[in-house]
């Protein structure tokens, strides 16, 4: 009867003991021309387990946003299927807490410690994100593998909403490499 007790157990310390990140590889902004102007996506890798981004765009004109998040697998033929994520969040509620979606509460999150957008709605002028990354103490723990995060925003300010873009993060779910010089140091 202990026994099985202790393979649980020692499953528990063997899991406690890996750790999950989300590696961000890459990023595609796409825009409407018209409403966004300068803009500019880049990864900065850090380290095996950590990469940033680094964004800034100038909005033409204020925005109301309303984000479409759609997250996306990698399967084994390289293609990218819908997984489990599927959501539309009004964004100025969630700021305004009034509505506590909580994938609106994971942005706004982001939002607030990685960019200058930290007041309530309109968004307008130069907005820009420094060295952000995707904490994993926000986000449920995904499979390992390869997933495409996608932000549709478009402007609900208007009565036929208008597109405003899309921001894509290609990210990976991998365990946390560790350095074999720190490991040789213990030893």
């Not at 099985?4 to 961000?24: D, N």
């Not at 100038?58 to 697998?73: D, K, N």
């Not at 309109?122 to 995904?142: C, E, K, V």
Request: proline share 4%; glycine share 4%; net charge positive.
């Amino acid at each position: 009867m202990i026994f099985p007790w202790l393979v649980v157990l020692g499953c528990c310390f063997a899991e406690a003991e890996s750790q999950l990140v989300y590696k961000l590889n890459k990023i595609e902004c796409l825009v409407n021309k018209t409403r966004v102007k300068n803009v500019s996506c880049h990864v900065k890798a850090i380290s095996w387990n950590m990469a940033v981004v680094n964004m800034d765009c100038f909005m033409i004109f204020p925005l109301y946003p309303e984000v479409r998040m759609q997250v996306f697998v990698k399967d084994y033929s390289n293609q990218y299927k819908p997984f489990l994520i599927d959501v539309a969040i009004k964004m100025c509620e969630v700021i305004q807490k009034r509505n506590f979606i909580s994938y609106g509460v994971i942005i706004w999150k982001l939002f607030k410690r990685f960019t200058n957008v930290n007041h309530t709605c309109p968004f307008s002028g130069q907005l820009s994100a420094r060295n952000g990354y995707l904490d994993t103490s926000l986000l449920p723990p995904f499979p390992h593998g390869s997933y495409l995060v996608s932000l549709t925003i478009v402007d609900s300010s208007s009565a036929n909403k208008e597109y405003v873009g899309t921001i894509k993060f290609f990210l990976q779910s991998m365990e946390l490499i560790k350095s074999k010089k720190a490991a040789k140091a213990l030893v």
